[in-house]
DNA sequence: CTAGGGTTAG
């Protein structure tokens, strides 16, 4: 100890760190432990980079207890887990076998919180109480609070109760265990049984009455506390934010700054989170004005929540100022907001690089991802990239992943996919909440199978939702159940849940797909404040069953402005009915509201080639080229042995190409043969005179059933989903198809299942 | 060295 004490006190930054750590070395101190662990302790408080101080450690040429002690400490502040187990077990192999002297109790704390599961904190409770550690108040407080981290919650409590004697922090962990565990009660008994409570045990109350969304009493506690800590107001704070009553939250926080709590950095971060809900930028700038001028000290969780808030008000270059500025303070927190923001608007070529730029990723960057690409509509991209986290980089996906990869497979419509997502969930034992079983309902709907989805929504009785509800009625309307759609409505009902807008939605489009006229206007006169939706979904009805001018006085008769829905079903019905002039008038609001949708311009030119109107329908082919509207093409995908294969019309991109066109042909021959014409391409012609149905060369579910039909058994179901609309000639066609082969073929488009089987369709409305 | 509050994803 005759070296002179280096200012370790007085070292402010990282780099004061580095020229320390350098003079150290100068002065051949390695080996100076006491100089050591004051440097590491320096270390921790400045939050030293791991691996700096993981190196500095294994430099060292023999480090004493208070080196191991100060390091540990360090570790443990950077929740660094694993190193302190292990430093730990190198600290157990170094000493002499012999009990050490009580000074160093206090490592147990440490080591006990590090440990990763239930049974490695019961091997440290024998290991202690074996060392006789077992007396220590410390020691005893961080066994029982391991237990609690772990769900131990009755091995706790016997911990606890064969104290010798109890401290209030005992009393206060065993009562935020229970709260932490979904057991208020005895939770609250405990805190009733208690001789002393102080600040915390209150506000643990308070807490927990706010998680289990009990606001009132959770308020009534914050109320009754004798004394109220920055900590209490914050808990009371993040309850109403956390249960999404923003209001409450910003009353309360004005309250506070009234009173003259100085708010810290955990009440901004709660308050600025909230308002990140409302979406205001007004608000947002309000706050962020107090912000400054209070010159509030913005840690890396107010920056983090700023970024959040900024990207769900609008203002994503502001969001990205503040990542920017960040630089490497930037925690994968805050990397994950700005993936979320960009994936929210669909930029997910920005996100995709901010996810693959960033150090670190946790199961939330994956999920932000992944669900980016879900929600935007690239479900086969959120599906490789789920395969990606799992397969190549063993993360172990939550509930979360899998109701994005759950609603993706429903997009594809990937029913073999879906079972082994199922699979995925059992084998790690993913819970799911109601919001997972919720997504399962949607997706055997959109996979084609009702039974599934029913199995389901009856699995989940007691807990179900208006969400649970709807995604069945929306299943059972896309497969054209009308009458079960009403049914399950009813039941809501007498199960005390309201419908909502989209059940009306779901209900509407059901009677409408079964023609099922009078119930829906029944259901529609029933809905208290009818949107916009809903008349769409009652022009279509009318619509469809043949009432084209009701249809038209009902829009005429709307208390709003009609959206690009209601003239669509307007159009589509003139289509179905062959009405010209109705079908004039919707195109033409349609050409204006969205100028880009091709569909429009072939719908109006159908119906002008069905009443013979040659020059009108080249007018329409003139009016798409000026207006530079390409035709969508439309493609089809069929999943085989857990692979979705996907094709456009006419493609012959598939490498069993050639074979899917030559059993199509086989089937077009033996048409022919049955009295059937095949004409390719034969859309706009005139077909008068034909007496058969007409069978048209390839479309792209032609092909997705030629591959079917190859590569499957016979017996098979064939699925098959389109990202645009069945059209008439190929319904034709696939009739045909399912009745010379006896398959059930499913084909899905957009909203709605056709149904093949022995050559009948179970929707009539095409042609 | 123990107990209470905070950011992101569906």
């Known amino acids: 100890m005759s070296n002179p004490p280096l200012p370790y006190k007085a070292a402010k930054t990282h780099k004061h760190l580095r020229e320390l750590h350098a003079q150290i070395a100068r002065q051949t101190l390695l080996h100076h432990n006491h100089h050591i662990s004051l440097f590491i302790r320096r270390c921790a408080a400045l939050r030293a980079p791991l691996p700096y101080v993981r190196l500095l450690f294994h430099s060292l040429p023999n480090p004493n207890l208070p080196v191991f002690t100060s390091t ?12 302190v187990l292990s430093l730990f077990h190198l ?9 050490a002297p009580d000074a160093d109790a206090f490592i147990y704390p440490i080591v006990i919180n590090a440990c990763p599961n239930a049974s490695s904190v019961a091997s440290a409770h024998a290991h202690v109480f074996k060392l006789g550690y077992g007396c220590d108040a410390f020691v005893r407080n961080a066994v029982v609070n391991g237990y609690l981290r772990f769900g131990l919650v009755g091995v706790a409590r016997e911990v606890f109760d064969e104290m010798p004697e109890r401290g209030v922090a005992d009393w206060n962990a065993m009562i935020s265990g229970y709260w932490r565990w979904g057991r208020g009660r005895e939770a609250c008994e405990l805190f009733d049984e208690m001789p002393v409570r102080n600040v915390v045990s209150w506000t643990a109350m308070v807490t927990g009455y706010a998680r289990s969304g009990d606001l009132e ?7 009754g506390m004798p004394e109220r800590s920055v900590v209490s107001w914050n808990a009371m704070l993040s309850g109403y934010a956390q249960s999404g009553l923003v209001d409450e939250a910003i009353e309360l926080f004005l309250e506070m700054v009234d009173v003259g709590v100085e708010a810290d950095e955990t009440t901004w971060v709660t308050v600025i989170s909230s308002l990140a809900e409302r979406g205001d930028p007004r608000l947002a700038k309000s706050l962020v004005d107090s912000l400054d001028s209070r010159r509030v000290n913005c840690n890396c969780f107010v920056k983090t929540a700023l970024i959040d808030m900024y990207a769900k008000c609008g203002e994503l270059t502001t969001a990205r100022r503040i990542f920017d500025e960040m630089g490497t303070h930037a925690n994968v927190v805050s990397w994950n907001a700005m993936i979320s923001a960009y994936a929210r608007v669909g930029d997910l070529a920005l996100a995709r690089s ?3 730029k960033m150090p670190r990723k946790n199961v939330v960057s994956w999920n932000s991802m992944i669900a980016g690409y879900a929600q935007n509509g690239h479900s086969f991209l959120a599906i490789e990239l789920f395969k990606e986290m799992t397969l190549t980089n063993n993360f172990k996906p939550d509930e979360v992943t899998m109701v994005s990869v759950i609603s993706a497979c429903g997009h594809l419509g990937a029913y073999e996919l879906g079972r082994w997502v199922m699979d995925v969930i059992a084998k790690n034992r993913i819970n799911l909440s109601i919001s997972g079983y919720n997504a399962l309902i949607s997706m055997y709907s959109r996979c084609g ?4 989805a029913e199995r389901i929504f ?35 009902k007498e199960e005390g849940l309201e419908p909502d807008r989209v059940t009306f939605i779901g209900v509407l489009a059901a009677c409408s797909h079964a023609g099922l006229l009078e119930e829906g206007q029944h259901v529609f006169r029933s809905i208290k404040s009818p949107t916009v939706d809903h008349y769409a979904c009652m022009v279509d009805l009318l619509g469809r069953v043949g009432k084209l001018e009701e249809a038209k006085r009902l829009i005429d008769g709307m208390p709003m402005k009609a959206h690009a829905g209601v003239y669509g079903a307007l159009l589509n019905a003139s289509h179905i009915h062959k009405q010209l002039e109705l079908g004039e008038f919707a195109a033409y609001k349609l050409f204006d509201l969205e100028p880009e949708n091709s569909g429009n311009y072939v719908l109006l030119s159908n119906i002008y080639a069905f009443a013979k109107r040659w020059k009108e329908v080249d007018r329409i082919r003139e009016m798409m080229g000026t207006r530079g509207v390409k035709k969508t093409t439309g493609c089809s995908w069929v999943e085989f042995d857990g692979k979705v294969h996907r094709f456009i019309a006419g493609d012959q991109l598939h490498e069993r190409s050639k074979e899917i066109y030559h059993v199509l042909e086989e089937l077009e021959k033996r048409m022919r043969a049955l009295g059937y014409i095949a004409i390719k ?6 077909v008068e005179d034909e007496e058969k149905e007409v069978i048209v060369g390839t479309h792209s579910e032609k092909l997705a059933i030629g591959f079917a039909l190859l590569m499957s058994e016979e017996g098979a179901v064939i699925r098959v989903v389109k990202n645009l609309r069945v059209c008439g000639d190929c319904h034709v066609a696939i009739k045909m198809i399912s009745k010379l082969t006896r398959r059930e073929i499913l084909v899905r488009d957009n909203n709605r299942f056709h149904h093949f089987k022995d050559g009948e369709c179970s929707c009539q409305d095409y042609w």
Request: some cysteine.
């Open 217 to 223: 009493r959770a308020r009534g506690f914050f109320e």
């Open 449 to 452: 199978s009702m039974e599934d």
């Open 72 to 83: 540990l400490k360090f570790f443990s502040l950077s929740s660094a887990h694993r190193d």
């Open 458 to 492: 009856h699995e989940i009785t007691g807990v179900r939702d208006v969400i649970s509800y709807n995604s069945l009625i929306t299943g059972f309307a896309a497969h054209g159940y009308g009458t079960r759609a009403i049914e399950l409505m009813s039941k809501m």
């Open 354 to 356: 901010l996810f693959d």
């Open 681 to 686: 391409d034969c859309v706009l012609r005139d």
């Open 91 to 99: 600290l157990r192999s170094r000493r002499a076998p012999a009990p």
